[in-house]
Each structure stands twice: as C-alpha cells, then as structure tokens.
C-alpha cells in the first residue's frame, strides 16, 4: 500500500521557519523524483520544489527561491523542505508528490499538512 505523509506543518510567526517531512512507503522511493507542492483556497496548486531521485538536482518556485530548501533521504524514504524566512504569503496546505517517468508516467500524492505564517 502506497503512503505518503506529511508533518511538520503548524503555526509560526513571519520570519520564522519550519520543516517539513513526507514519510513515504508502498513504492521504490529512490526511483522517484519528489515534490513539494502548496495550495490555498480559490488557487491551484502550485509547485514549491522538487528533486530528483538521487538528489542531485533540485528546482524551486522563484517565490520560495533563497528560502526554502528540498533534501530527500533516500535510506529513510523520506523528503524534507526546511522552511525559513516564513512570509503570510506562504501560508497554505503543503503536499508531497513522487513521480516515476519512463515508459510510463506513475504519481502519487500525500493528504497534506498545513502551515499557517501569522502574527
């Protein structure tokens, strides 16, 4: 059974900084690129970042860009974003998300965890 599972999310004044996780299992997650998604109400979800499968490269939203940083432990099966400088603007529902493209195309996706950036 395919599982991913978000934490870390929670309150946090501006400035401040989280850190993420997405415990994942029920699939090779070292043949997996992952990413981290976000999504507020009326908005689609947007990307914040994504790595690939061995972690050597990494690509990020220019909103996040300098901020936040995606690391993946591919031994513990699990993603991070470590989240720093924390604006209002950020706050939102937080989603992991493996992807396996080669021949086909397979994705799975977390249930999400939500940071809320307030004073």
């Known amino acids: 059974q395919v599982q991913l599972v978000e934490s870390g999310g929670g309150l946090v004044q501006p400035g401040g900084s989280l850190r993420l996780s997405c415990v994942t299992s029920?699939?090779?997650?070292?043949?997996?690129?992952m990413s981290w998604y976000r999504q507020t109400p009326g908005k689609e979800r947007e990307l914040v970042g994504s790595i690939s499968s061995t972690g050597g490269s990494t690509d990020y939203a220019d909103s996040v860009k300098g901020r936040f940083t995606i690391s993946r432990d591919n031994d513990k099966k699990t993603v991070y974003l470590q989240m720093n400088s924390l604006k209002p603007e950020d706050t939102a529902l937080y989603y992991c998300?493996?992807?396996?493209?080669?021949?086909?195309?397979?994705?799975?996706w977390g249930k999400g965890t939500l940071v809320t950036v307030s004073s």
């Open positions: 998300k493996a992807d396996f493209q080669r021949i086909i195309r397979i994705t799975y």
């Open positions: 029920g699939f090779t997650f070292s043949t997996f690129a």
